[in-house]
């Protein structure tokens, strides 16, 4: 068995946690091949699951960002109705109650009581309300729905939306600040070209910004594809009514947070929650990271995040809940459910934990800082 973790470890280790433009004789599409053949093997297996058996936590918090019916058509920047609809089947399935986050704060600190989920949404997407909800209200299972101040009021410089609209407009870009021109003649050509340039992107917000002048030439407006795809006032209003929606905090801006000097960070957590209270009359309590990465937030965020008067805060750290979260209530996981086409074993890794022991090498499987 050591042998097994071993080159478990060691695989993990090289392609799970390979930084961006890490060896460059793998290329990034066969990266994420060998990274997906990880986790089928692994959730599959039985030893597997045995190993990270410990990794299984009280809770878990599902991320989810759009839902589309055409998922291809949208670059794969989202997963499909089906896909939720499977999720929630299989938490029901495992026996997890799925919860808003203040009842998970209460059963954290309650060892009587039952296993749980949270259902999170990202960045206010109007299709939350149109084709997440319904599903939801099937499950009577409540949902958060964390929002940027800068997405309802058209402000946001959603890069990741202009690229979109970008790739799906022509088939052939030339991206300056890349020093690239990418074909992209098919789907699969699109998919790999947007991933390509998030990956170039990372954490670094002037290379964002970079892309402006190429948005600029194609005239590609980001505040009118905002108003595409995002709720605006009147619709937050009329969503954070209904009776399984908590709206949470996403910062004013959704820029890299940890990029900011202490005060523009501070701004950027505190005014987006003052906003929501006053759109919505509401106490506005939990909070989550835009891009939730190391690279984008920290400790101090997570200070920062507690002074603003959240209770929690939400990374995409992978892992699932411990008490022991109850110490360090605004840097806990998530795992990532909403990219497109999950397959059976990497949703059975995310429920059972196991995916935490895979990128983490076998650490430790409270996740904090790290
Ligand atoms: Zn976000």
Redesign the pocket.
């Known amino acids: 068995m050591s042998y097994f973790v071993q080159n478990l470890r060691r695989f993990a280790g090289e392609l799970m946690e390979d930084p961006v433009g890490g060896p460059a004789r793998i290329s990034a599409a066969l990266k994420v091949k060998w990274k997906t053949g990880l986790e089928e093997t692994f959730g599959s297996s039985g030893m597997g699951r045995r190993l990270a058996a410990r990794y299984r936590g009280r809770g878990v918090v599902l991320m989810f960002?759009e839902i589309h019916e055409d998922v291809e058509g949208n670059l794969r920047m989202g997963c499909s109705p089906d896909q939720l609809r499977t999720v929630l089947s299989a938490l029901r399935a495992e026996g997890r109650d799925v919860i808003t986050p203040d009842e998970a704060m209460k059963r954290l600190a309650d060892p009587q009581a039952g296993d749980f989920a949270i259902m999170t949404f990202?960045?206010g997407y109007r299709d939350n309300r149109t084709l997440a909800l319904p599903i939801l209200e099937e499950f009577g299972a409540p949902m958060t729905m964390?929002v940027?101040t800068g997405m309802v009021t058209r402000e946001a410089y959603a890069w990741w939306l202009g690229l979109r609209a970008l790739f799906l407009s022509s088939d052939e870009v030339e991206i300056e600040a890349m020093e690239r021109r990418l074909t992209l003649a098919d789907a699969p050509s699109r998919n790999a070209a947007l991933r390509q340039v998030g990956l170039w992107i990372g954490t670094d917000r002037a290379r964002a910004d970079a892309l402006k002048p190429t948005f600029a030439r194609h005239s590609i407006s980001i505040p009118a594809l905002i108003d595409e795809v995002a709720m605006d006032e009147r619709e937050i209003r009329s969503f954070a009514a209904h009776p399984l929606v908590t709206i949470g905090g996403?910062t004013t801006s959704?820029t890299f947070l940890s990029r900011l000097d202490d005060a523009a960070a501070y701004r950027d957590i505190a005014d987006n929650k003052r906003y929501l209270e006053n759109l919505l009359d509401r106490p506005v309590r939990h909070f989550?990271y835009?891009?939730g990465t190391e690279g984008a937030c920290g400790k101090r965020e997570a200070e920062y995040v507690r002074a603003a008067g959240f209770e929690t805060g939400f990374t995409t750290r992978s892992g699932h809940l411990f008490p022991a979260h109850l110490s360090t209530p605004c840097l806990m996981p998530r795992e990532d459910a909403g990219f497109a086409h999950m397959s059976g074993s990497q949703l059975e890794n995310r429920l059972s934990g196991a995916r935490r022991a895979l990128v983490t090498q076998f650490g430790d499987p409270v996740a904090g800082l790290r």
């Open positions: 960002h990202d960045d964390f940027p996403h959704h989550a835009p891009y």
